[in-house]
């Protein structure tokens, strides 16, 4: 770059030398030409004054009167003396020409002084003229070089704003990318610290599950000190009490679809408690036998769905420590429905405060139920199954043909009843239900979802067989007794 802009500066001061040298000899070519012209023109009144003498010498002969008189400036017809015109003359000569330097003064020395002094003038003009259109070059050079100065000025100050534009942005954009590579390392900062704060809580979330450990586990858990082994001891615990619960599942199940009796038998046997509750008694109104129940929502919830009352002072107490029934009879927000009474005790009354809870329905979700066996409400051999949903559904529940983990009960109507001969079975009951009744009880068992029997599941319901047998529904009020312990479900 530097060695071009040096070709540019010396191509520029050639020109100019050679722009120079063309103008003086410009002018020098001018100043001869005109030189000869005055010389010429010089030359030519030379010429002519010779003429006028020659015509002068040659008219005096003929009228000399006439051109003495033309020559001193008198009329022709003037007919003063020669000493006269002679003396008018000296007089003139010394008023108006004084400077003539000659002593002898006569016209003709006049005319050439005159002429001389002409010659001289315009001499001095035409230098006069020439310095002038010199002085105009000169300026007009130094004008184009002004504005050609100007112009390498004014691009100058153009690319140096150019460029401080472009280093603006150039800045700009290098301290936007500062930002964004600042706040990207800040973000990576804070997720880094989060990730180190998660791994910390969740080193401390592992550590509290030592006290789940069998004595066995818990030595390994306390030798490792790597959360990676501890995770890896705490499942393969889980999964062999997965498989303990299993077996103890299967053979449970097995036993209560051997025998019913067997089946009420081991769950009245067996410590059923409330996990928890689902709402509370807000009020209670006496006149109408009615109560608002405040849940903590009540999405999900139809009315006819029965709950078990409980003492809120026992937060697990026994399923058959329930002090009364009621039944919803309208949901009157999203958070409060109202349910009539059906079934109460004098000693022991259902007060504000106590706790509800059903097996039938959780808040915010819907009871699914899964029915195998061969369902039979009533004396006939025809199946009730379809009977049966109905019922499940006016509560808000609905069922599903196959078990998986969103299932909330599995209801067991057991096999069909012999109708007399030994091999003879219901009609419509064919191997493929045994086989589907057996695979869903099995599914059950692995995923420890509870089982029930037909009769605890009406009970849930707030129905009996008699009921359903005379084709009507049961009035529960005060004056039936609560169920038993052997058939309380929850």
Known sequence: MPAQRNNVVQ???IALIVFVMLTFVLAVTTYVFFKQQID??????????????VKGELDSAVAEKKVLLTVIGYPEDDEKAASDVE???????????????????NWKGVADWLQSSIAAKDKDLKALEDDKKKLAVDTEAAQKKLAESEANAAEEKAKLIEAAAAEKT??????????????AASNAQESSLKRSTSL????????????????????????????????????????????????QNSMLADLGAADKNLQETILAASSKTVEGFDGKIASVDEGDRTVLIDFRTTRGLQPGL??????????????SAKKGIV???????GSLARARVRQDGIRNPILSGDAVATSLWTPGTAFEAVIVGFVQLDADAKPDTDRLQELLERVGGHVERAVSPSTSMVVDAGLPRKLGVADDQAAGWKPIDDTRRNNQLKEARRLGIRVVGIEAFLEMLGLDRGSLTSDRLPRLDGKRSPPGRGNDSF
């Open 327 to 333: 039944e919803v009879v309208a949901v009157e927000s």
């Open 87 to 105: 003396t008018e003359t000296t007089d003139i000569f010394k008023e108006k020409f004084a400077a003539y330097p000659e002593e002898s003064k």
């Open 40 to 53: 010429e023109q010089v030359k030519v009144v030379e010429a002519q004054a010779a003429a006028t003498k």
């Open 200 to 247: 910390d809580s969740l080193t401390t979330e592992i550590a509290k599950g030592e006290a789940y450990l069998s004595a066995a586990g818990k030595k390994k858990f306390e030798a490792s000190t790597v959360a990676e082994e501890r995770v890896k001891l705490l499942f393969a615990e889980l999964r062999e009490r997965e498989k303990t619960i299993s077996n």
């Open 306 to 319: 029965l709950f078990y009352v409980y003492d809120p002072a026992d937060p697990k107490p026994e399923v």
């Open 170 to 183: 150039d800045s700009e954009n290098r301290w936007k990318e500062h930002e964004k590579n600042l706040a």
């Open 11 to 13: 191509s520029l001061s």
